[in-house]
């Protein structure tokens, strides 16, 4: 398989029900901003010393390659027959899970606390505002995707928020409040 196909080459791309759009299309743009999450969470991976946080990361980027697919899919071609490329119930509730365990070992907050940090801490909460990017431009696409995706990635913003707090944390970095 070639990585160039030269279909693009006139600003046009396939959706997978064969639709062609532009590639400024909003559904693109949507799952465009997904693919850049799933990126800073790569990046935040590779300054990640824990290993139970990088198997949770892990876990999130095959996630966000499902979110990809749903929000390519419009017609729900491949949704049927693709398992792995959907977002269950059970995937929120492991994200509240994940969120609600670390919570407890983080002290409680009484601030805004500024973005920062150890540098995966810091890649971090970048990934935090591209995700909640990716939400803004999820809920305005026409057909809108599923209630579960929806909340999956709101609560995915949630736990990157955790995450970046508990990294720096473990990291002996202090968080710095506004």
Not at 96 to 112: G, H, S, V, Y
Request: glycine share 6%.
């Amino acid at each position: 398989m070639k990585i160039y196909t030269r279909t693009g080459d006139d600003g046009e791309t396939s959706l997978f029900d064969g639709t062609r759009v532009r590639k400024d299309d909003a559904r693109v743009d949507a799952y465009g901003d997904v693919d850049e999450l799933n990126a800073w969470l790569g990046l935040a991976r590779s300054a990640l010393r824990e290993t139970d946080l990088d198997e949770a990361l892990t876990r999130i980027q095959r996630d966000l390659f499902a979110v990809g697919a749903e929000l390519a899919d419009p017609t729900e071609k491949i949704a049927a027959r693709v398992t792995k490329a959907a977002i269950t119930d059970a995937d929120v509730e492991r994200l509240e899970q994940l969120i609600d365990r670390l919570e407890e070992a983080l002290d409680p907050l009484r601030r805004f606390i500024l973005a920062g940090g150890a540098p995966a801490g810091a890649a971090l909460h970048v990934a935090r505002a591209v995700c909640r990017r990716a939400e803004r431009r999820i809920i305005s696409l026409q057909p809108r995707p599923g209630a579960t995706l929806l909340r999956y990635i709101n609560r995915l913003s949630d736990l990157l928020f955790v995450l970046a707090r508990m990294v720096n944390k473990r990291a002996g970095v202090a968080e710095t409040e506004w």
